[in-house]
């Protein structure tokens, strides 16, 4: 399949290039300029340095005539929504009718749209895991934001029958995820401290509210089989159906730690308001497509802990994208 993903050189767009290399495809995708690819360099994969409105990667696609592409750019941090959330509502529910009326000069391929478990909001536990006919009540911009990209995915379907495949991911972690997301903020500051960087001292906001975890590559496998298999403009959970309590995970990344730590809660970590328990029931996508996921969370955590051992040691920052 010849794809094209926007946001390649981002968190869960890196990975799902890797994967859909690996399974044969045909990978070009469009990044901000400056993002330096982190893909295994065997891999044939085209990075165009772009920024999705401009003209220039316009002409690109249209040459390109990708037969899927993966929406992945935009804005992933629930937290950092409150202080942007105009560039968050911008960028992920505008950028998509933008990347469509480019699609429609480019032979209309199938465009998949990454929006967030995140729309649910505050659902009572008794009603969880999360079926995708819940209704939607945003507590947060960047959730908001998601919802509305899902609102211009449904009109372009409605108006003019656009082909979308409609995602809701749940959350998911793994390397090269960015600080500011609780599992590599977490690990990088152990890693930190086992380096003899900081004081044996790990910062943390809200232990106590629980969510639903995959590794990256269940997610970005999923990707792939709804791009292919999917029901057209239908809304897909992309999910374990299971939680883990933040405190949880902590624990577990403090017990791979190499050394004694404390914990602080820094309450700039915290956030003015936060879904208590948000897990999905990914029923639909399992049945459509006989997805399942792989990676028990133990061992993404490990990894994720020796991916920012890697990048302590090597005395650098992460260069690629959320
Ligand atoms: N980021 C962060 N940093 N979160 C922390 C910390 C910390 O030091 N300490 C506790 N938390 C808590 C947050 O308050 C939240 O309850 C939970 O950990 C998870 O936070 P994030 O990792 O920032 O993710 P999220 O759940 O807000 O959003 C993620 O999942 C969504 C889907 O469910 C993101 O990946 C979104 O892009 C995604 O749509």
């Given at each position: 399949v010849k794809v094209l993903i926007t946001g390649i050189c981002g968190f869960a767009g890196s990975h799902l290039a890797e994967h859909c290399a690996a399974a044969g495809d045909q990978v070009a995708g469009i990044a901000l300029p400056g993002e330096i690819p982190p893909f295994t360099p065997s891999l044939a994969i085209t990075v165009v340095e772009g920024d999705l409105m401009r003209e220039a990667t316009a002409g690109f696609i249209r040459d390109w005539r990708p037969e899927v592409i993966y929406h992945l750019a935009g804005l992933a941090s629930v937290g950092r929504s409150w202080q942007d959330y105009e560039r968050t509502l911008t960028v992920n529910a505008l950028g998509l009718l933008r990347l469509a009326a480019v699609g429609r000069e480019a032979g209309r391929p199938v465009i998949l749209t990454v929006g967030s478990g995140e729309v649910y909001g505050r659902v009572p536990e008794e009603e969880q895991p999360v079926g995708e006919n819940r209704p939607c009540r945003p507590i947060n911009p960047y959730a908001l934001s998601k919802l509305w990209q899902e609102d211009a995915a449904h009109y372009l379907v409605r108006s003019e029958g656009y082909p979308l495949v409609i995602t809701r991911p749940f959350n998911h972690t793994g390397p090269r995820q960015r600080r500011g997301f609780v599992v590599p903020d977490f690990a990088s500051q152990i890693a930190e401290i086992e380096a003899g960087r900081r004081e044996p001292l790990i910062w943390v906001g809200n232990l106590e509210a629980r969510r639903d975890f995959l590794d990256v590559r269940d997610v970005a496998a999923a990707y792939r089989l709804l791009a292919l298999d999917g029901?057209?403009?239908?809304?897909?959970?992309?999910?374990?159906?299971?939680?883990?309590?933040?405190?949880?995970?902590?624990?577990?990344l403090l017990g791979l730690a190499r050394v004694t730590i404390r914990v602080e809660v820094d309450r700039a970590r915290r956030r003015p308001a936060d879904v208590p328990l948000l897990s999905g029931d990914a029923s639909r996508l399992r049945f459509d497509t006989g997805w399942e996921p792989r990676v028990p969370l133990e061992e993404t955590l490990a990894r994720v802990l020796d991916h920012w051992r890697g990048v302590v040691a090597a005395g650098g920052e992460e260069q690629c994208g959320a």
């Open positions: 029901t057209r403009g239908v809304p897909y959970n992309i999910a374990s159906g299971h939680w883990w309590s933040i405190q949880r995970i902590l624990d577990t």
